[in-house]
């Protein structure tokens, strides 16, 4: 079965690490609860596919999306109504049309123009300023929403769409102290924060001591726990692996980033997936 692509793209995106992600984890998903405090662009949710989830995160135009996706507000078809009308507006107006867009979005928050700008932005980064605002720049490229675009971004929503249909799925805008606070013996914990000293403008600030304390909850919980996080790349090794998480058991994955706002963002990764089962 090939790899479910989520119709929204985000930094740290785990397409690539799925099919390792899933060898990986040896959870029973049809009797336990998947908890995911930080949902992301839904990747590794939709591809493992348990039975009951409860997912959250803060931010809540994501979470918007896929609760409108949930309950069919939102389908391929409207979504391909939407796109083909826009696509003309944008292939005319350019520039100018797609930061109209940009501040309508900023104003009304429309699941539907959110996607306008996840898929049309600057090399399909998520960011927004400290007042909540999606900031990042157009793509430059007015005719982005080809006739073959707007199919892939569609057949992606109807592949998420039939990845919910009978699934107990709760989809929350929260802190990830509220998801971390549920789990129990014979659940799973799925842990993909935002990386320590790289851009956290996805939303809101990730300081050490937010990923201390996540590193205690994790520890604490009687649940099983898996947790994503970088390792190594030419740069650097990211210390706070053996600072916090050193008794977890560690697989290791190496994949290229092809998303992010600087060229020394898109480059060669060692991911580690941290494990207490």
Known sequence: MSVIVPPIKCQGIK???????EETINWDKQQGIWY????????????????????????????????????????????????ERESVMLRTGGAEYYYEVRDRFNTSHSPYDFIFL???????????????????????????????????ICNQIDRVQAAMEGKDWEFKSCDWKEIMRAPRKGDCVYLDP?????????VGEWPE?????L?????ATQADVYLSM???NKYRVNEHIENCWSDFECFEFSHFYHVGSKQSLRNSMIEALLVKA
């Open 118 to 152: 996840n898929r049309s932005c600057f090399n399909g980064v998520m960011r927004f300023n400290r007042s909540g605002m999606f900031n990042v720049p157009f793509c430059k490229k007015p005719e982005r929403f080809s006739r073959s675009y707007i199919t892939k």
């Open 215 to 219: 590193a205690d909850a994790a520890h």
């Open 230 to 232: 970088w390792k190594e």
């Open 36 to 83: 995911e405090p930080f949902l992301g662009s839904g990747v590794v949710l939709f591809n493992v596919c348990p039975q009951r989830a409860v997912v959250g995160d803060r931010n809540q135009h994501i979470i918007d999306f896929y609760r409108s996706v949930q309950r069919h507000e939102i389908t391929s078809e409207s979504m391909r109504e939407y796109l």
């Open 209 to 213: 001591s937010e990923a201390v304390a």
């Open 194 to 202: 935002p990386y320590i000293g790289r851009d956290t403008n996805y």
């Open 15 to 21: 397409t690539k690490l799925v099919p390792f992600i």
